[in-house]
């Protein structure tokens, strides 16, 4: 009996570790060519500069503490002979906020004009075969810092802070005090599911109607950086909705990059070397039009218990459309609109760039993973009905969510 109980113990641990797919890490990279990173990755860029390979060195230290289920991961120099996949960690986008804090809150600290800074990034998992130089898969999380108030920091002192986030794996972690939906990269990595080969994208148009934007309706709330280089927004909003779908569907996603991945090529620079490289996307078999109809924020009343404090309204209008170009066969068509309330202190001075993260993490973040969650609903539930009439404004109908249901079990990685 105990000679019987170690051989399916030895079958099975031998079967689970069968079914691991070898990896080997290949860096940390910055997702732009040369012109954009000052736009995107600013800070980030100069941690490299700076400090070389603390980026790096957290990211491996944190990696090989995690018990992966699904991925065996090498460290060594990349080898054919250990891995065809490699796996690198891609900065999408940082924002970086400066809040300005109340008289009464720098007297607590004995600091007469006091602030808080606020990180505010994006990154990508991405996996490629690096032989041939091709993208495999890829999965979003975010990364978040939120500093000790302080006096108002120049360059220096939020390279700093930066340095900070960095070296000690914050950006990995899910934050202690953060109330919202977190990608976090020590949730996420475990879990994951990888193959050697996809027969099936998820991804933007990647013609020019593939993401339209009313600019009318949208530049008025937006910072100079983000106006000036809309690439950035698309690539944001479209990474959101894609990146919700990828994690709770488990479905093989192509991440936008408009502006940066010209002619199917991702760009990108890794930290410890100086040349940019290029890696081929896939064209998605399945398509998703994005239409930004516009961007709200209105007064909506003052707080009838708390002096000098105003409620204010941010509101965004979404349209996507999910649709197979090759079968001209649409699964899904939906008008969403999103608008949520925040109060805010009326001693406080909002930067456009303070509206901007307003904005995306009242509207267009939350309606990312609310779609998401919504695709998996079996509505038998009052709540995701009502979610449902009032996102669409009775526009869109259970059997067309099913209908996009139906669809995603199909581009499920098993």
């Known amino acids: ?119 505010n990034n994006y990154y990508q998992i991405i996996f490629f075969d690096f032989e041939k130089m091709t993208f495999l898969h890829a999965i979003p999380f975010d990364g978040l810092y939120v500093s000790d108030p302080s006096k108002k920091l120049d360059e220096k002192g939020k390279i700093k802070i930066f340095e900070e986030f960095y070296k000690n794996g914050k950006w ?13 990269y020590t949730d996420i990595l475990p879990q994951l599911k990888l193959k050697y080969f996809y027969d099936n994208y998820l991804g933007v148009n990647p013609s020019i109607d593939g993401f339209k934007i009313n600019m009318s309706k949208v530049e008025n709330l937006l910072p100079d950086n983000i106006s000036n280089n809309i690439h950035l927004l698309k690539r944001q909003i479209a990474n959101f909705f894609l990146g919700e779908i990828a994690l709770k569907h488990n479905v093989s996603i192509v991440p936008y990059y408009e502006g940066v991945g010209i002619g199917q ?108 969650n919504i695709l998996k609903s079996d509505f038998k539930n009052k709540k995701d009905r009502e979610w449902l009439k009032k996102i669409t404004k009775g526009q869109t109908q259970v059997e067309q969510i099913e209908n996009m249901q139906n669809l995603l079990n199909k581009l499920k990685i098993e």
């Open 1 to 119: 009996m105990k000679l019987l109980l170690f051989t399916i113990f030895v079958f099975f641990s031998t079967s689970l570790f069968a079914n691991k797919v070898d990896v080997t890490y290949a860096g940390f990279a910055v997702s732009a060519e040369y012109k954009d990173i000052d736009k995107s990755a600013y800070f980030t860029n100069k941690i490299i500069e700076k400090k070389g390979n603390i980026i790096d060195k957290s990211l491996i230290d944190i990696t090989k503490n995690l018990l992966l289920e699904n991925l065996t991961i090498n460290y060594g120099l990349i080898d054919s002979k250990n891995s065809k996949i490699a796996m690198s960690v891609f900065l999408d986008q940082e924002i970086v906020e400066e809040f300005q804090l109340s008289e009464i809150d720098c007297k607590k600290i004995n600091i007469s004009d006091c602030y808080i800074y606020r990180i």
């Open 172 to 184: 990995l972690k899910p934050p202690e005090l953060e109330q919202t939906e977190y990608r976090a």
């Open 265 to 372: 090529k991702l760009k990108a620079k890794y930290a410890d070397r100086s040349e940019v490289f290029e890696l081929t996307l896939p064209e998605p078999t399945h398509f998703i039009d994005f239409n930004l109809r516009g961007f709200v924020k209105k007064k909506f009343k003052e707080d009838s218990n708390i002096k000098n404090l105003t409620w204010w309204v941010y509101g965004v209008g979404i349209d996507l459309r999910i649709y197979q170009p090759e079968l001209q066969k649409e699964y899904l068509n939906i008008s969403m609109t999103k608008a949520n309330f925040k109060k805010i202190p009326d001693v406080m001075k909002l930067t456009k760039k303070n509206e901007f993260v307003n904005l995306y993490q009242l509207t267009y973040g939350p309606l990312a993973v609310e779609f998401s």
